[in-house]
């Protein structure tokens, strides 16, 4: 089954374009996103064949069998609820027969945890990149022995420092553990590596120091601090950067560094916008998405608010869903057996009126 044939066999239920254009958030570079209701054949919906959802290839264009659709309504799915919230001059075409899914009888309390938890993640990501874009991590890898340290008096100093300064190689070393202390190592020296000793690391890309069988007569040259702990971290920092750089989107992120708030400005203006909606709908009990602030959000598009700005007002509008959450008067979750009801008279309307 392919859009073209959602056509074809006049299947389809609704259609609208979405996204940027229903929000009235739509500029001259604007995509333009359409979504949409179908319903299948009988012969696919009362047999083997059931499709829940057709799209395109780059996913602008998604149509969702009227049963998915309703059932990701009693979800309170943002995106779904959206679609079924589409404004007048948005809808292409609409069968009667959607008139009878109204908003009013899926919007509930759930909507704290879909509107504002999605949006609350992204908020997170936003950070995440802040925090990336600010701190960028060197392509060349550190390995252990960049957080290992000596022991110098009443400090320390980096042990790549030490083994310079005093005409040493780390293959020539070798650690022994020191009994109740946590990566403390004495380290021992062999000239000549005639005693076995196995070196700081084996490899550059070990995960720990090597320990070695010294003989107990021996007087370590010094001792050694292995932070294993920040090593972790790095690691992990290491990864995920490196992991960003490869997957982010090239294009955005040239923009966000043209206006330098260090930031995926267009992530966060529809974040804004989701959590504005949010709280208007414990505020109305409705759900309106076209919005009435398009000169804000996109000024915050554009990059031309600081990020404490704009994570600034993210929280604040979370404050202010929590609190009018507290004191609305919506159901705690959708009524699924009224919602339910009005699914099977669709179909009874859909497989009972019209041949397949």
């Not at 609820?81 to 899926?106: G, Q, R, T, W």
């Not at 804000?296 to 608010?305: A, C, P, Q, V, Y």
Request: glycine letters at 4%; proline letters at 3%.
């Amino acid at each position: 089954m392919t859009i073209p044939d959602l056509k074809d066999k006049n299947l389809l239920l609704f259609e609208a374009v979405s996204g940027s254009r229903a929000f009235g958030l739509a500029t001259e570079t604007s995509d333009t996103d359409i979504r949409g209701v179908y319903y299948l054949p009988k012969e696919d919906f009362f047999g083997l064949n059931y499709i829940p959802q057709i799209s395109n290839e780059t996913n602008d264009i998604t149509y969702y069998e009227i049963g998915r659709f309703v059932e990701l309504l009693q979800k309170n799915n943002p995106n779904i609820l959206e679609v079924l919230a589409s404004p007048e001059d948005c809808i292409l075409y609409k069968h009667p027969l959607m008139d009878l899914l109204k908003a009013e009888d899926f919007l509930s309390k759930l909507c704290k945890d879909t509107f504002a938890g999605y949006a609350v993640s992204q908020i997170r990501k936003a950070k995440g990149l802040n925090k990336k874009t600010l701190n960028p991590v060197e392509k060349e890898r550190k390995s252990v022995l960049d957080f290992c340290f000596i022991l110098d008096g009443q400090g320390s100093v980096p042990l790549k420092k030490w083994l310079l300064e005093n005409g040493k190689v780390q293959e020539k070393c070798g650690l022994t553990s020191i009994d109740h202390t946590k990566g403390m190592f004495a380290l021992f020296y062999d000239d000549f590596q005639t005693l076995g000793y196995k070196g700081i690391i084996q490899h550059e890309e070990a995960n720990q120091v090597s320990v070695s069988s010294v003989s107990k007569e021996k007087k370590p040259e010094a001792y050694l601090f292995c932070n294993l702990d920040a090593y972790s971290t790095y690691c992990k920092d290491y990864r995920e950067y490196w992991k960003w750089v490869e997957e982010r989107n090239e294009e955005r992120y040239n923009v966000n560094q043209m206006h330098g708030q260090n930031y995926d400005s267009k992530n966060m203006m529809h974040t804004v916008r989701l959590l504005q909606s949010c709280e208007q709908i414990f505020k109305t009990n409705t759900l309106q998405i076209r919005v009435e602030n398009r000169d804000e959000l996109l000024d915050i598009k554009t990059g031309n608010w600081p990020y404490e700005a704009v994570i600034q007002k993210a929280e604040d509008l979370i404050t202010s869903i929590e609190h009018h959450h507290s004191i609305s008067d919506l159901s705690n979750s959708p009524d699924l057996e009224k919602t339910t009801k009005i699914l099977i008279e669709i179909r009874e309307k859909l497989y009972g009126d019209h041949k397949q």
